[in-house]
């Protein structure tokens, strides 16, 4: 499966984005959907996933309550909702695709990735 990132920009503190990941070239709901995202100098981190059904989450308890994910299957497509954007918030965003049983957090369980799309936060 192929997938492509967009919806990345600059905001300011206390401000929201939208991400969305579309994927092709697979059946998308064979999947277990994630965002990670890699700050300059520091290692890429888990944000959140989605099951296949889109009926569970899992998220890093950095952006449980601020960030959102979800997916809509018909368009093969994944998003990420960004409130409450802090500036530790910014760097680059990939969203990754995994045919794994159940949500996590360990980017090595996912063997899809996108090719990032960034998010600058000003305080």
């Known amino acids: 499966v192929q997938l492509q990132a967009s919806g990345g920009g600059s905001v300011q503190a206390g401000g929201s984005l939208r991400l969305s990941c579309s994927a092709s070239?697979?059946?998308?709901?064979?999947?277990?959907m994630g965002w990670f995202r890699q700050a300059p100098g520091k290692e890429r981190e888990f944000v959140a996933s989605?099951?296949?059904?889109?009926?569970?989450?899992y998220y890093a308890d950095t952006v449980r309550g601020r960030f959102t994910i979800s997916r809509d299957n018909a368009e093969n497509t994944v998003r990420l909702r960004l409130n409450s954007l802090k500036p530790e918030d910014a760097g680059v965003y990939y969203c990754?695709?995994?045919?794994?049983?159940?949500?996590?957090?360990?980017?090595?369980?996912?063997?899809?990735w996108g090719q990032g799309t960034q998010v600058t936060v000003s305080s």
């Open positions: 990754a695709g995994g045919r794994i049983v159940q949500n996590t957090g360990s980017p090595w369980q996912y063997g899809y």
């Open positions: 070239g697979g059946t998308f709901s064979d999947y277990i």
């Open positions: 989605i099951n296949r059904s889109g009926a569970n989450t």
